[in-house]
């Protein structure tokens, strides 16, 4: 997203600070320019001089040649050192229609023709031991500002800023909530550039903004911000020595606008604002539109016809994170000396502050990839209800890319919703309870399981011309509900129409069988649905079901009884729960199963005896199998169906219809006392079509 001078004018009125009124000078802007000088001496610039200083009316200026430095010398607290200086130039400044009030000084225009510049050039100097000791990283970074406008301004007076050596950093963010209280009508700027000449990491980069506007600048706020055109192009380096290659990467957008901007939920999410004083509503930005983004690399190009988001907020409930105190404890040494429990929480207190923040909508329209081995477009991708905690609904909408070699990739529609994650200190918790080789335990796993509504996928197609191969899928439905964390009660699911290569099988007697059956590619669909209900506490396995084309198709029902919701909530008892368990009824049906006809045929060829006879033989083992209950009349119901299915292969059906329902501990029981009993006792039928 370009990223620019967010307030233009008011980023040069910066440079010269501001003042304690000055109602009682003759001229307010001659005076108040000599006093803001002052200032920047005694804050401790090395340089704060200008050329000349002239009233235009009794209550304006023109200030000329303005040059400001300061020297940033001093310890970092990793070790090492920073030595830098910032250097500031402003060739020609007009303030007008200045009049100082209680608060601060009322400024009509201020306006700053030409190109302004902010210098930023040193190095961090490592303390290191042996070859690193003394190293330099040198950076040095211009910013250049063009013909900068702003109107109807209110800069409030200089805040003050008492030398509290036990908060080096924090001391220091009154100067951020000085800035809440400027206002301005309109503040606008030709264009801005940023030159990232020298790095620590040896990048170089270039960024420039054209025609940069935000109208209604006000408590932290600003009403609109947009960007007329935007560039930017980063150099850097990967691979070191003879092996390096030089890349660049440049980004382009024509135009962008955003709208409803406000800085307050962030200064109250790090404890800078009190919460009193915040947008109580947690937004920061209302909606951001770009247009026209383009990427250009090294291997291509992409490009983007539009971008738009909005709804982008920090949730004022959220506990706020204590910036200021974490920075002064790093510059004061003090978080070296922390205890882990200490550690630990302010870890979880700043994964916390991240779960707050949401996005309410992103949409992106039209993608185009052009590279080397991959060219292709997506027509539209986005989501509602984006955070670190979950996903609302996410989609991806008509994609098709061709890669080496014409592989292609298909996809009309992928969508997701309904997506929970675990709150982010959730994760602090997992790292803890893995800490020194520990496996962590099954309730420290159970809470970061994530959670998926439903999940669609439409239109899939990959195919490989060169191998005459292709993978495609009409349809595929998931959907989960009824959480009982992290396990659905509900859970639904459907494929049609999935096509795959039988190459694809690593079985190779299951690929020889397709093979002579002429089928080269399989295509299936399945169904399930899996439902508990708590006041019946009975489990539903409904219309399992699968089928593949011209091959066999396959259903099941069951319904067992008496799973309680501890089964749920703790797993790890679940076998205990599973003792009230009892089957209630179900139904299995296999039926058009051509690919058993070509087994017979296979397996009768192979015995040098009919597929007649191997019915027989393998209906006498089915039978057989059964053990003491092989005499009982399900037995020989058994027998007769299984041969009859083999032979035809038109349909065979095993139902469960017991009169009532059975405990599961007495089937098991009943296998090793009983088992002649049990087809009774369960209501076993077995019949196959003729």
């Known amino acids: ?18 003042f304690a009124s000055t109602s009682s000078f003759a001229n307010p802007a001659t005076e108040a320019i000599k006093e803001w000088f002052e200032r920047l001496r005694g804050l401790g610039a090395s340089t704060a001089t200008y050329e000349r200083l002239e009233e235009r009316d009794p209550d304006g200026a023109t200030l000329i040649g303005a040059t400001i430095k300061f020297p940033l010398v001093f310890d970092l607290p990793a070790g090492g050192n920073l030595d830098a200086a910032i ?12 009049e100082p009030v209680p608060e601060g000084l009322n400024i009509g225009n201020w306006e700053a023709p030409g190109t302004a510049e902010f210098h930023a050039k040193g190095a961090i100097v490592e303390k290191g031991r042996g070859d690193t000791a003394g190293k ?103 691979g070191d020595g003879a092996n390096a290659v030089d890349m660049t990467i440049r980004q382009e957008a024509e135009n962008s606008i955003s709208r409803g901007l406000d800085i307050k939920p962030i200064l109250r999410a790090f404890s800078i604002m009190p919460a009193d004083d915040a947008n109580q509503e947690g937004t920061i930005l209302e909606t951001s539109e770009i247009n026209g983004v383009s990427v250009s690399f090294h291997e291509g190009k992409a490009a983007i016809q539009r971008i738009g988001m909005g709804g982008f907020s920090l949730d004022p409930a959220a506990k706020a994170f204590d910036l200021g105190e974490f920075l002064d404890s790093i510059a004061l040494g003090e978080l070296e000396n922390a205890s882990e429990e200490e550690l630990i929480a302010k870890a979880r207190d700043g ?22 081995n991959l060219n292709g477009v997506i027509e539209s991708m986005g989501g509602q209800g984006l955070s670190y905690e979950g996903v609302e609904r996410a989609f991806i909408r008509g ?43 099954l309730y420290d796993i159970l809470p970061v399981i994530p959670r998926l509504g439903r999940l669609d996928i439409e239109g899939l197609d990959i195919t490989a011309p060169d191998v005459a ?42 690929r020889a069988l397709l093979e002579g059956m002429g089928i080269t590619q399989i295509t299936y669909d399945d169904e399930l649905r899996i439902n508990w209900d708590e006041e019946t506490q009975d489990l539903t396995l409904e219309r399992l079901s699968f089928e593949m084309k011209d091959g066999i198709k396959a259903r099941a029902d069951l319904v067992i009884g008496g799973i309680p919701r501890l089964a749920f909530e703790r797993p790890d008892q679940a076998q205990a729960a599973l003792a009230t368990a009892t ?42 199998a059964l053990g003491a209950a092989a005499d009982t009349d399900f037995g020989n119901s058994l027998r007769e169906a299984v041969r009859t299915f083999l032979t035809n292969q038109k349909r065979i059906e095993l139902s469960i219809k017991p009169d009532s329902p059975v405990p599961l501990a007495q089937v098991i029981g009943m296998l090793v006392t009983a088992p002649d009993q049990l087809p009774e006792i369960l209501g076993l039928e077995i019949k196959a079509a003729q």
Do not use: C
């Open 1 to 18: 997203m370009p990223r620019g001078n967010t307030t233009a004018g008011i980023g040069l009125s910066l440079l010269f600070l501001s």
């Open 87 to 98: 250097t500031i130039r402003i060739p020609e400044t007009h303030l007008s229609d200045v």
């Open 136 to 238: 330099a990283y040198p950076f040095n970074i211009v910013v250049k500002q063009t013909d900068a406008l702003t109107t109807d301004y209110f800069l409030p007076a200089f805040p003050r800023i008492d030398d509290d050596p036990n908060k080096p950093i924090s001391r220091y963010f009154e100067w951020l909530r000085w800035a809440v209280a400027i206002r301005g009508s309109e503040a606008s700027s030709k264009n801005l550039e940023i030159f990232s000449k020298e790095m620590p990491d040896g990048s170089q980069s270039y960024d420039r903004y054209e025609d940069i506007r935000s109208v209604g600048i006000s408590n932290g706020q600003i009403e609109t911000y947009s960007i007329g055109n935007f560039i930017s192009e980063q150099t850097f380096s990967i």
């Open 351 to 372: 994964l916390a502050l991240l779960g707050g923040m949401s996005l309410s909508y992103l949409d992106i329209d039209a993608v185009a990839v052009e590279a080397t």
């Open 399 to 441: 994609v098709s890319f061709k890669g080496p070699d014409d592989i292609s990739f298909g996809l009309k529609r992928f969508e997701l919703s309904g997506l929970e994650l675990a709150e982010l200190p959730r994760y602090v918790d997992l790292v803890v309870a893995s800490a020194g080789g520990h496996e962590p335990g």
């Open 469 to 510: 191969e292709n993978i495609s899928l009409e349809n595929y439905r998931f959907s989960a509900s009824g959480f009982i964390d992290p396990i659905p009660t509900e859970v639904t699911s459907r494929t049609d129409k999935l096509s795959f290569p039988i190459s694809l099988l690593e079985d190779e007697d299951a």
């Open 583 to 624: 089957i209630k009824g179900g139904t299995i049906e296999i039926s058009d199963a051509r690919v058993i006809a070509a087994m017979m045929e296979k397996e009768a060829a192979k015995a040098n005896m009919s597929t007649d006879t191997l019915a027989h033989g393998l209906a006498d083992q089915a039978q057989n």
